[in-house]
């Protein structure tokens, strides 16, 4: 079993619509929480990461930790076309140790 | 903004050639990794540096060796190239402190013949 497991999708969704993207872990060690954005045929970018539990809101974009359930989520208000990419979800136990990635939602975003 | 660059977008080498990839960033950044990206799998470490001539293996290095005689530059290394190491190879970067905040570069597409 994965450490990390990331919903499959693919995810198709209208524009303006409210977008959920999920993960679940088993280590509970993870501390930090990262989503990335990756379009296609370009590396990841990092969009947003988290300490430990609680929200986090930039713009659109919010990313909430549970860690009493071992579940993050990344949530897109007001989604747009521009939007359309794999996110990744990432976890690392402490500030100087490696990353573990999901394998990835493809989201599309339909005018 | 982080700059993250690899030599070369896509890469076609014939089986037993050794295939070096190159990556510099221009960030001063302590921290340098190498991963492999294949479908269904994710994105996979195959080895990271911290320092200068330092590195650390990740869950995939058999097959693999790097270089690092730069702080900006850390190159990968296929000493015999496989059909089974056809992937995307991504390389990122980030500070000292943060290993969590990564810096990708746009990858190299790789297909071994």
């Known amino acids: 079993q994965k450490e990390v497991e990331q919903d499959p999708g693919p995810l198709s969704v209208p524009e303006g619509a409210i977008v959920s993207l999920n993960c679940t872990y088993s280590?509970?060690?993870?501390?930090?929480f990262m989503w990335y954005r990756q379009y296609s045929r370009k590396g990841p970018e990092l969009l947003m990461y988290?300490?430990?539990?609680g929200n986090k809101e930039d713009g659109r974009f919010t990313a909430q930790v549970d860690k009493s359930s071992k579940y993050i989520s990344l949530f897109i208000r007001d989604s747009q076309p521009s939007d359309s990419a794999t996110y990744l979800c990432?976890?690392?136990?402490?500030?100087?140790?490696?990353?573990?990635f999901g394998d990835g939602t493809t989201l599309t975003v339909k005018p | 903004d982080v700059k993250v660059t690899q030599s070369s977008r896509y890469l076609v080498k014939r089986t037993g050639e050794k295939v070096f990839l190159e990556c510099v960033q221009d960030?001063?950044?302590?921290?340098m990794f190498w991963y492999r990206q294949d479908p269904g799998l994710g994105l996979r470490l195959i080895y990271f540096?911290?320092?200068?001539?330092?590195?650390e293996k990740g869950d995939i290095p058999e097959g693999y060796s790097v270089s690092r005689e730069k702080k900006e530059r850390f190159s990968l290394i296929l000493e015999s190239a496989s059909t089974n190491q056809t992937s995307m190879y991504l390389c990122?970067?980030?500070?000292?402190?943060?290993?969590?905040?990564?810096?990708f570069g746009p990858g190299t597409r790789l297909t071994v013949t």
């Open positions: 990122a970067s980030s500070f000292g402190g943060r290993l969590y905040e990564q810096y």
């Open positions: 280590n509970s060690a993870f501390q930090y």
């Open positions: 988290t300490y430990s539990s």
């Open positions: 990432a976890m690392s136990a402490t500030n100087a140790g490696k990353s573990t």
């Open positions: 960030m001063d950044h302590e921290n």
């Open positions: 540096s911290y320092d200068v001539k330092m590195k």
